[in-house]
């Protein structure tokens, strides 16, 4: 069993950055794909970054590439998601979640493990 934790989240105004983290146990993130979703308010939860466990190549939504950066730590076991430039659409409650086979995976429906979420919001 995986346990994610996710923190960083916050109130930032536009233009701003924040760095996301996700803390994982019960099992190496380099033996896992992981990636970042956010879901905004009435809206469906969408997919943002993706760090694919055997190629460790990256994959984003168009919508956030040359702004957000998704690494990881093997030594700390955490995944990050440094974001900059950040806009107000933006505004929404980010999830971390995990695949124990490798990716990549765009889809919620392919992931196996989530966190909690962290509430970013981005005022303009």
């Known amino acids: 069993q995986v346990q994610l934790v996710e923190t960083g989240g916050g109130l930032v105004q536009a233009g701003d950055s924040l760095r996301l983290s996700c803390a994982a146990s019960g099992r190496t993130i380099s033996t896992l794909t992981m990636g970042w979703f956010r879901q905004a308010p009435g809206k469906e939860r969408e997919f943002v970054a993706c760090l694919s466990w055997s190629t460790s190549r990256t994959y984003y939504t168009d919508a956030v590439k040359g702004r957000f950066t998704i690494t990881r730590d093997n030594t700390r076991n955490t995944v990050y998601l440094q974001m900059n430039s950040l806009k107000p659409e933006d505004t929404a409650v980010y999830y971390c979640?995990?695949?124990?086979?490798?990716?990549?995976?765009?889809?919620?429906?392919?992931?196996?493990?989530w966190g909690q979420g962290t509430q970013v919001t981005v005022s303009s």
């Open positions: 979640a995990a695949k124990g086979t490798p990716g990549p995976y765009l889809d919620t429906t392919d992931y196996d493990y």
